[in-house]
């Protein structure tokens, strides 16, 4: 039978990990760049599954809130998703493809209009992984891996990728440790913004839970946990706040407005602004 470890030992052991614990949870939370050189986007691609097409897609709101900040202003967004994928799942290369996705779009009263071939589907393209990709075990080396891949695809296109950080399943809180941490990761490895939409989420749930930020299934966003993701694109593209933004998605005015607030400040902390 082995010796038992003395106690003196075991309590500096504890000590020790009780002392990593906050390091950790401060590397999660390191900013991906301290001053994003994203350009102002006037056409974006969202790349993702059904936690972005979710309640009429998050481009939908994106938009919106875009234009009622500024009526004079133009946004093109396309959404670009599949129920359940990973980044691995999307041929990136075609999204690209001038007479492919974006080639068109619908405007008005449901007039076509056709876009020039000569110029750039899209100047930004923010993607996601599936919502346990980048913690699982398998998927996490597939996560980093696309993500360098798809980033290289979209610059060799002319446009600025970003990385869409996903939130924890509502009974599983602890997962955003492991989300920030990865997605900050793969941000600083590939010189990518992030956008810190699950870090919003979990201040969210800590200031108001009261607020439902998810749909019955606990894994995808209710039509506050879209506006607020929306809102946090909003302001780590634009490093606006959505603060006073008139487009509340049909919310009470003053939840759209507490999501508006939180959505900047998470922002602010990631980037340390």
């Given amino acids: 039978m082995g010796k038992t470890a003395p106690r003196g030992c075991l309590l500096v052991a504890i000590l020790v990990f009780a002392l990593a614990i906050p390091v950790m ?46 009526k004079t202003r133009k946004i093109r967004s396309t959404s670009a998703t599949i129920g359940g994928s990973g980044l691995s799942w999307h041929n990136v290369e ?4 001038p007479a492919g996705v974006g080639s068109y779009s619908f405007v008005g009263d449901n007039e076509v209009v056709f876009n020039d071939p000569k110029r750039k589907p899209f100047d930004t393209a923010m993607m996601m992984d599936c919502s346990q990709c980048p913690v699982h075990p398998k998927l996490r080396p597939v996560f980093f891996e696309y993500a360098r891949k798809h980033g290289e695809t979209i610059r060799k ?10 939130w924890a399943y509502s009974d599983k809180p602890d997962m955003i440790e492991g989300l920030a941490e990865a997605y900050t990761r793969a941000g600083n490895e590939n010189n990518m913004l992030v956008v810190p939409a699950g870090l919003a989420f979990a201040e969210s749930v800590k200031e108001r839970p009261d ?3 998810y749909e019955p299934d606990k894994r995808h966003p209710s039509k506050l946990g879209t506006y607020l993701g929306a809102c946090t694109a909003y302001a780590a593209l634009f490093k606006k706040s959505p603060e006073g933004i ?17 959505a900047w400040s998470t922002v602010k902390k990631y980037y340390d602004w």
């Fill in 25 to 70: 949870a401060e590397a999660a939370a390191t900013p991906a760049k301290t001053s994003p050189d994203v350009a102002d986007p006037s056409s974006v691609l969202f790349i993702g599954n059904s936690f972005f097409y979710y309640n009429n897609s998050m481009h939908t709101v994106f938009n919106r809130l875009i234009t009622s900040a500024d």
């Fill in 157 to 166: 296109h002319g446009a600025e990728p970003v990385l869409y950080m996903t």
């Fill in 94 to 97: 075609a999204y690209f493809d």
């Fill in 246 to 262: 008139d487009y509340a998605f049909g919310l009470d005015k003053d939840v759209a407005a507490f999501l508006q607030k939180i």
């Fill in 211 to 213: 607020l439902n930020l």
